[in-house]
DNA sequence: CTATTAATTTAGAATTATTATAATTCTAAA
DNA sequence: TTTAGAATTATAATAATTCTAAATTAATAG
C-alpha cells in the first residue's frame, strides 16, 4: 500500500475518468481483504461493517465501476449469484460440487488452448474460462 | 423420430420414473428443433405456439426435468437466464462477445485437460466447462 | 472562497429470472 | 369408475440485479 494511496481520489479526478471515492474504496478493499470469492450480498455486509449506511445500491454500482476498471473480476456460474475475484490475470476456476468452494488455479498451456479453440470454432478469440466442476480436497475426505 | 414415439409416455410410466408427458415433450421439441440455444422464455414462447395454454411454470418444471433425465443440457452464463442445449454429451462453448451467438465446439484433448487441472487443484473431478468468449465469424466481418 | 456544474450516493421501486404453493386436472391401474 | 399419485396451472414468493429520482458530495470556474 504506497503511502499517498488516499490521494487516490484527487489525482484520477483531475482529467479523465471518475474516482475512486470513499464507498469505491471500501468495496475494493472488501473484495481484495481475503481470498474468499464473496457474493455482492457478503461484500455489502462486509462493507456495512466498514462504512455504516452505505447502500445495497452503491456496492452493485462500485462492483461495476471497479469491474470496468479492471481492479475486481466477476465470476458467474450457474443460476445464482455472480462472485468477485480480487485476482483480475487471467486464470481458472475449480468449484467443489458438494459445498460451493470456489478455488482460483492457472493451468499452463491455456495461450494453445485458446490457440485451438479459436481454430475449431472460427471465432476471434478474446478470452478462455476454464471452470473444474468436482469435489474440493476436504469434501472428497469427509466421505 | 421412431413411430412410436409417442407412446413413450406410457412405456415409461409402467414401473420406476415419471412420465415424459404430452408437455414435457413438446418442451424437449423445442429444444431439440433447432441448433440456437433458447432461454426458459423462449422456450416457453415456442410451446405456446405448438401448445397454446401451456403455463411458464410448466416450461421451467419441464426444462428441469429433461435436465434430471439427461434429456437437455442447461447452459448459465453472466448474469442472464439460462440458455438450454440439446446437445448433452460434453463439449464446449464460445460465446460472441458483440452478438451472444452461443455455438457449441469440441475441443480435442480435454481428458487430459481435466487431469491436469485435477493435479492443479487437488480436487476429484467431475467436469470441465470450456468456454471460449470472442467475435464470431459474422462480427469479425462487420467491423 | 463561493457558486455552478457534474458525478455519486441513497432509498426504494422496478425488473428479470426462477422457484414455491395450493388448487385443480390428468393418468394409469385396480 | 373410483382412486391415488403425479403433473399442470395460475399465482405468489423469492432472489439477484438494475433503475429512478432526489439528496449529497466533489470538482471546477469565477
Redesign the interface.
Known sequence: MKPDSHKFTKEKRAGEGPALTRQRQVVLDVVQSGDTHPTAAEVFEAARGKMPGISFATVYNSLRFLKREGLVR?V????GA?RYDRETDRH?H?I??ACGTL?D?????TVE??R???R??????????????????DC?ECK
Open positions: 466477476e458467474a456460474f450457474g443460476g455472480s481458472d475449480a467443489c460440487s478455488v488455479f492457472d493451468l499452463p498451456g488452448l485458446i485451438s479453440a479459436a475449431a470454432t472460427r471465432f476471434k478469440p478474446e478470452s478462455v474460462h476454464l471452470t473444474l466442476v468436482g469435489l474440493c480436497p472428497r
